[in-house]
């Protein structure tokens, strides 16, 4: 049970009312409310001032001082879709990398978390140390021999290479994550159900996967959202077949002339996939960057 | 209240009789769902560290196939240190870790405390709150490098020129941000991405705190500074040191925001972007495999002291 305060939110006018402060009035409860919302405001501006200029000319998307009441015009997009080299190649292949590395992680992660919650191995803590120990050496360290032995076996540009490299960028996360969750199954039902005679897929499919589900929809939403977004490696083991979409945003690295709409609008475009899983997955954002220890 | 998630459940297993069903299985079968996990992790991550390791003691630079390969004991790691560039390069991730760490630990607690009581959308302001860190990292980098950072174009330089323009100035600063401050620049876009994690993480924290300890201080009449200080800070101890460290791990590791925003340089060349640079562009095969060993050793020792903090947190779900 993991209780975050997320859309709790329409319900709480009636909670202030009896909730323990009482010695905190009402007043004070709103003028702190208005200085988080002036924050948050401030805070995300940056991210809506991108969206806002995707939508500007490229002549009114540069100008100083900024102006708030240009048109909006669909230009910027239609010129980031159409003009010069396709986006649409990158886009499938950082769809790619993304769904089947985190197809792959699941694989492997989901049978792992039962040998290590549900019927744990001998030394079940060592493992999860193993795991989390190869998230902290830095992955820059393993590129040159990854590179090499990509080049050797043929493998670069080949976006299969980087499912697969992903995949093991994840697979810490996604074990330890699971583990958290399949932790929860209640034990004493798996002991009566085997003892009332019942086989296992019944109860993995009555008994496990009700409290894996949830689990499983969110260790997906995080690795994909780190798949998604990872750059160097996708930087060095691909090039013009293989191409994930944040190394086509590289191109976008050296300013040329007017086409700050262009970069707003693929910037947008691009991160939009990232921002519908994490907004989708929020509550259990927390859970899964922490790697399972905080829920 | 549910802060971490609580193993007893499974450790009970261990010790009581295992029912029919259960108890036939050997080790090997527990084992076995393990196994590929560990083979492929294994495979992937840990047989490329040893390559690492064995290059970094062999001479190979790619552009220079003349010179053949041939083992050459420390000199890669002699090279890799004496180097003024690598040099600075470590001492700049010190700073851009403990920098973007720590300010955003900072920023990411208060902003925790403010969503920590109710009000009005706060949902809709914890989402805003979250929107940066749902960013593709390069996308955000691009966005403070030519959107908000641009000298000419750029949303800061805008604001001023707005602003003295009320004041009837027509000559407004117009800083090239990233040229005169780049180490900065880099700086203040990793720390918008990275407080929305902290303040995810310390929020988690601040709902989990004991609600019978936080209703004792308040019919004591305690006030509002010494619950944080005596009894919210204590808690939240083990969280910030949780985010730091989680932090720590991933900014140490950046290289979108400084191949981006200043390309490395002006004394912004981090480690990854080092190694990347040596390997990439210099093809020295051997001394980028001795900075990564380095860099690998660092690791290390910063890990110990992560793992420390999550096998703290780890053996408090027991309780």
New interface residues.
């Given amino acids: 049970m993991s209780t975050q305060a997320v859309p709790a939110a329409p319900a709480q006018p009636s909670a202030s009312a009896a909730s323990p402060g009482h010695n905190a009035p009402a007043r004070k409860r709103s003028v702190w409310g208005l200085v988080a919302w002036v924050v948050g405001l401030l805070f995300v501006f940056p991210a809506l001032w991108m969206v806002f200029l995707s939508f500007h000319s490229e002549s009114d998307a540069a100008s100083n001082p900024p102006k708030f009441t240009a048109p909006l015009t669909l230009a910027g997009y239609r010129d980031f879709f159409n003009s010069g080299q396709s986006p649409w190649p990158s886009l499938a292949n950082s769809a790619t990398a993304s769904v089947c590395s985190t197809v792959l992680v699941l694989l492997l992660a989901i049978p792992a978390a039962y040998a290590l919650s549900i019927r744990p191995v001998k030394k079940w803590t060592d493992v999860m140390f193993f795991f989390l120990s190869t998230k902290m050496l830095p992955a820059v360290a393993g590129l040159l021999p990854i590179y090499l032995i990509a080049k050797n076996a043929h493998l670069l540009d080949n976006v299969w290479l980087l499912v697969v490299i992903y995949a093991s960028m994840n697979l810490p996360i996604a074990v330890w994550m699971m583990r958290s969750f399949l932790a929860e199954v209640p034990v004493e039902m798996l002991e009566a159900a085997a003892i009332d005679g019942a086989r296992l897929p019944t109860i993995m499919t009555r008994i496990i996967a009700p409290v894996a589900m949830p689990g499983i929809a969110a260790t997906s939403l995080i690795c994909f959202i780190f798949s998604w977004n990872e750059l160097l490696f996708a930087k060095v083991l691909t090039a013009v077949v293989a191409q994930t979409s944040p190394v086509f945003l590289t191109g976008f690295i050296t300013s040329q002339g007017l086409f700050l709409a262009k970069v707003c609008a693929a910037a947008t475009i691009i991160s939009l996939p990232v921002l519908v899983a994490g907004f989708a997955a929020q509550d259990k954002l927390v859970q899964g960057l922490s790697l399972g220890a905080v829920k | 209240?549910?802060?971490?998630?609580?193993?007893p459940?499974?450790a009970?297993?261990?010790d009581l009789p295992a029912?029919?069903?259960?108890r036939k299985?050997s080790?090997w079968a527990?084992?076995?769902?393990?196994m590929?996990?560990?083979i492929?992790?294994f495979i992937?991550?840990?047989?490329?560290?040893v390559?690492?390791l064995v290059?970094s003691f062999v001479r190979w630079n790619a552009l220079r196939p003349d010179l053949g390969k041939h083992f050459t004991g420390l000199s890669n790691y002699q090279a890799v240190l004496s180097d003024p560039d690598f040099r600075s390069s470590i001492i700049f991730t010190v700073i851009l870790t403990v920098t973007v760490v720590v300010v955003s630990l900072f920023l990411g607690l208060?902003?925790a405390l403010?969503?920590d009581?109710?009000?009005?959308?706060?949902?809709?302001?914890?989402?805003?709150?979250?929107?940066?860190?749902?960013?593709?990292?390069?996308?955000?980098a691009?966005?403070?490098?030519?959107?908000?950072l641009?000298p000419?174009?750029?949303?800061f330089?805008?604001?001023l020129?707005?602003i003295w323009?009320i004041f009837g100035s027509d000559n407004p600063p117009q800083p090239d941000w990233v040229t005169e401050h780049p180490r900065l620049s880099v700086e203040m876009a990793l720390i918008?991405q990275w407080?929305?994690?902290m303040m995810?993480?310390l929020?988690?924290?601040l709902?989990s705190r004991p609600a019978d300890a936080?209703?004792a201080a308040?019919m004591d009449g305690a006030s509002s500074w010494q619950m944080f200080r005596f009894l919210t800070l204590p808690h939240l101890r083990q969280?910030l040191e949780?985010g730091g460290l989680?932090g720590s791990?991933y900014v140490?590791?950046n290289?979108?925001a400084v191949?981006?925003i200043t390309?490395g340089g002006q004394g912004t060349a981090n480690?990854?972007y080092s190694?990347?640079n040596i390997?990439?562009t210099a093809h020295d095969?051997g001394q980028?495999?001795a900075a990564?060993?380095i860099?690998?050793i660092g690791?290390?020792i910063?890990?110990t002291f992560?793992?420390r903090v999550?096998?703290s947190?780890?053996q408090e779900e027991g309780r």
Avoid: C
């Fill in positions: 209240m549910t802060v971490i998630d609580t193993p459940t499974t009970p297993t261990a029912p029919a069903g259960l299985t080790d527990r084992r076995a769902p393990l590929p996990a560990l492929f992790m992937i991550t840990q047989l490329p560290f390559a690492t290059i208060l902003l403010l969503l009581k109710p009000f009005r959308g706060r949902g809709i302001v914890r989402t805003m709150l979250i929107a940066p860190f749902l960013i593709v990292p390069i996308a955000s691009l966005l403070w490098k030519h959107a908000l641009n000419v174009y750029g949303l330089n805008g604001i020129t707005g323009k918008w407080t929305p994690f995810l993480i929020l988690a924290g709902q936080i209703e308040n969280y949780l989680l791990i140490v590791q290289f979108d191949f981006t390309s480690l990854p190694i990347y390997f990439f095969y980028a495999s990564g060993v860099v690998v690791s290390i910063i890990a992560a793992l999550v096998s947190l780890f």
